[in-house]
Nanobody, 117 residues
Framework: QVQLVESGGGLVQAGGSLRLSCAAS????????MGWYRQAPGKQRELVAT???????NYAYSVKDRFTISRDNAKKTVYLQMNSLKPEDTAVYYC???????????WGQGTQVTVSS
């Protein structure tokens, strides 16, 4: 079992920055990959970024060069540094983890990010 707790969302002006954190329970060795997804009102949930246990990152084209995903295995935490935020980045951001021990995916409760123009 894996539990994910997100933090760091909020309201920011366009061009600003936010950092999201996702703390996981369980062994990080068995959690691979971890990532962030987002869902805007009226839209489907979409991939933002993922990172493997070895540190290989993958980004959606829309956030590449603006967002950076990282993970600290000792703290069992994955981060999403979001710079140069745009109004279209407004969404609920969800942390995701694939638990390799049972092959199941787990989601956090979501954190709201609102970017004003």
């Amino acid at each position: 079992q894996v539990q994910l707790v997100e933090s760091g969302g909020g309201l920011v002006q366009a061009g600003g920055s936010l950092r999201l954190s996702c703390a996981a329970s369980g062994s990080m060795i068995s959690i691979n990959p971890m990532g962030w997804y987002r869902q805007a009102p009226g839209k489907q949930r979409e991939l933002v970024a993922t990172i493997t246990s070895g540190g290989s990152a993958n980004y959606a084209y829309s956030v590449k060069d603006r967002f950076t995903i990282s993970r600290d295995n000792a703290k069992k935490t994955v981060y999403l540094q979001m710079n140069s935020l745009k109004p279209e980045d407004t969404a609920v951001y969800y942390c995701y983890a694939l638990y390799t021990a049972n092959g199941r995916g787990y989601w956090g409760q979501g954190t709201q990010v609102t970017v004003s123009s």
